[in-house]
């Protein structure tokens, strides 16, 4: 499953804005309906929760990854924004279940020991999968004369395809313990819910405009836009088992720590780009050491996993999938409206976003648990 997935969405990513500025002439105020209107299951994403009630997580999982792909393949023979919004909206029900569904599933067979390294290689497989769809774009889209059109209906085929097959051999999987299903907010849990928020603000920032800004500002063709994202995949391919190990090292707390501080600097320096007119070369180093940075992120999941009960984590992941994505159903329509005004300003308030998680970092503990969520926990202890 972690193979499958970038097949459809890193194409589906890699091809957009060329797609949408070259046949259906997207300026920012329509690409940043679209990925609002592509948030919109994601914030839903508590539903998944009831879903489960008739159907088993692994199922749900490969269902959703089969309706990504068949949503992601018709894309290229809808070049209007009607048609465009609609199949993105599919293929978005289908990406956020599937992640919904995997995320808890992953929290769930995994044993905590061994998580960060673990989530680090299936992170790295799913990087070498983008890098194989990326890496086959870019040797062929010009070799070959290639349309958008044969490109998104091949990737999404594929990814129908693994799903499928992993549908009909797969063994029907366990999981150890009995998941809650029903919507639950913990109040012990405020600081992963409020990392999340964060989280879900920055990242849709970097997807929407990062990208964008590299095909309106300096005129990326696809197969440049496409090396970028190549590069990006193989840094995150050799880096996520790193970072695995790093925060089996020294913890989630100074692993996040280092991201919000480097994000920081990164956004601040994208909003540079404007200021100063600095030239494409630090625009294409500041997208990779963006992506580099993100890849730091599921340190996120582990310190929730070390948290959380184990019969919360399926609805409390559901959960906390949808507050992440509260901010990024209303920021890319609204930013899309400054973007044609000042993008710069947009980055700045990346850079604030990234400040506020690095104050949320530092109540992440040193050795997180049920009972010590935070070091406010701790401090209280103290002084009982």
Same mark, same amino acid.
């Given at each position: 499953?972690?193979?499958?997935?970038?097949?459809?969405?890193?194409?589906?990513?890699?091809?957009?804005?060329?797609?949408?500025?070259?046949?259906?002439?997207?300026?920012?105020?329509?690409?940043?309906?679209?990925?609002?209107?592509?948030?919109?299951?994601?914030? %839903?994403?508590? @539903?998944? *929760?009831? /879903? =489960?009630?008739? !159907?088993?997580?692994? #199922?749900?999982?490969?269902?959703?990854?089969?309706?990504?792909?068949?949503?992601?393949?018709?894309?290229?023979?809808?070049?209007?924004?009607?048609?465009?919004?609609?199949?993105?909206?599919?293929?978005?029900?289908?990406?956020?279940?599937?992640?919904?569904?995997?995320?808890?599933?992953?929290?769930?067979?995994?044993?905590?020991?061994?998580?960060?390294?673990?989530?680090?290689?299936?992170?790295?497989?799913?990087?070498?999968?983008?890098?194989?769809?990326?890496?086959?774009?870019?040797?062929?889209?010009?070799?070959?004369?290639?349309?958008?059109?044969?490109?998104? %209906?091949?990737? @999404?085929? *594929?990814? /129908? =395809?693994?799903? !499928?097959?992993?549908? #009909?051999?797969?063994?029907?999987?366990?999981?150890?313990?009995?998941?809650?299903?029903?919507?639950?907010?913990?109040?012990?849990?405020?600081?992963?819910?409020?990392?999340?928020?964060?989280?879900?603000?920055?990242?849709?920032?970097?997807?929407?405009?990062?990208?964008?800004?590299?095909?309106?500002?300096?005129?990326?063709?696809?197969?440049?836009?496409?090396?970028?994202?190549?590069?990006?995949?193989?840094?995150?391919?050799?880096?996520?088992?790193?970072?695995?190990?790093?925060?089996?090292?020294?913890?989630?707390?100074?692993?996040?720590?280092?991201?919000?501080?480097?994000?920081?600097?990164?956004?601040?320096?994208?909003?540079?780009?404007?200021?100063?007119?600095?030239?494409?070369?630090?625009?294409?180093?500041?997208?990779?050491?963006?992506?580099?940075?993100?890849?730091?992120?599921?340190?996120?999941?582990?310190?929730?996993?070390?948290?959380?009960?184990?019969?919360?984590?399926?609805?409390?992941?559901?959960?906390?999938?949808?507050?992440?994505?509260?901010?990024?159903?209303?920021?890319?329509?609204?930013?899309?409206?400054?973007?044609?005004?000042?993008?710069?300003?947009?980055?700045?308030?990346?850079?604030?976003?990234?400040?506020?998680?690095?104050?949320?970092?530092?109540?992440?503990?040193?050795?997180?648990?049920?009972?010590?969520?935070?070091?406010?926990?701790?401090?209280?202890?103290?002084?009982?």
């Amino acid at each position: 499953m972690a193979f499958a997935m970038p097949m459809a969405f890193s194409v589906w990513t890699a091809l957009l804005n060329n797609f949408v500025i070259e046949m259906a002439g997207f300026t920012g105020v329509e690409i940043g309906w679209l990925h609002s209107i592509r948030e919109i299951p994601g914030l %839903l994403a508590v @539903g998944v *929760i009831f /879903v =489960l009630l008739f !159907v088993r997580e692994q #199922l749900l999982a490969l269902l959703s990854l089969i309706l990504l792909g068949i949503a992601s393949g018709l894309t290229a023979f809808f070049p209007q924004f009607g048609g465009i919004i609609i199949l993105t909206f599919l293929a978005s029900i289908g990406f956020h279940y599937f992640e919904a569904a995997n995320q808890s599933l992953q929290l769930q067979w995994i044993d905590k020991k061994v998580a960060p390294q673990t989530l680090g290689w299936i992170s790295a497989v799913g990087s070498f999968s983008s890098l194989v769809a990326y890496g086959t774009l870019v040797v062929t889209w010009k070799a070959f004369n290639l349309s958008f059109g044969f490109v998104y %209906l091949t990737s @999404g085929a *594929i990814t /129908v =395809l693994i799903a !499928v097959l992993c549908l #009909l051999f797969y063994p029907r999987f366990e999981t150890p313990r009995v998941q809650i299903n029903k919507v639950i907010i913990r109040k012990k849990y405020w600081l992963y819910y409020a990392l999340q928020v964060m989280s879900g603000a920055r990242r849709q920032i970097f997807l929407v405009f990062a990208a964008f800004m590299m095909v309106e500002k300096f005129s990326f063709q696809v197969h440049e836009v496409t090396i970028l994202f190549l590069l990006n995949f193989i840094v995150s391919m050799l880096f996520a088992p790193i970072v695995g190990k790093a925060i089996n090292l020294f913890g989630e707390r100074w692993i996040l720590i280092v991201e919000y501080v480097g994000l920081t600097i990164i956004f601040l320096a994208y909003a540079g780009i404007y200021y100063f007119d600095w030239t494409v070369t630090i625009g294409i180093i500041l997208f990779i050491a963006n992506h580099l940075f993100f890849s730091m992120s599921f340190a996120i999941k582990t310190y929730f996993q070390k948290i959380a009960e184990p019969y919360d984590i399926g609805s409390s992941v559901a959960v906390a999938f949808t507050i992440n994505h509260i901010p990024a159903v209303f920021l890319p329509a609204v930013l899309g409206y400054i973007w044609i005004v000042e993008p710069s300003g947009i980055f700045v308030m990346a850079a604030l976003m990234a400040l506020l998680s690095l104050i949320l970092a530092f109540f992440v503990p040193r050795n997180p648990e049920p009972g010590t969520e935070t070091i406010l926990n701790i401090r209280k202890r103290n002084r009982e």
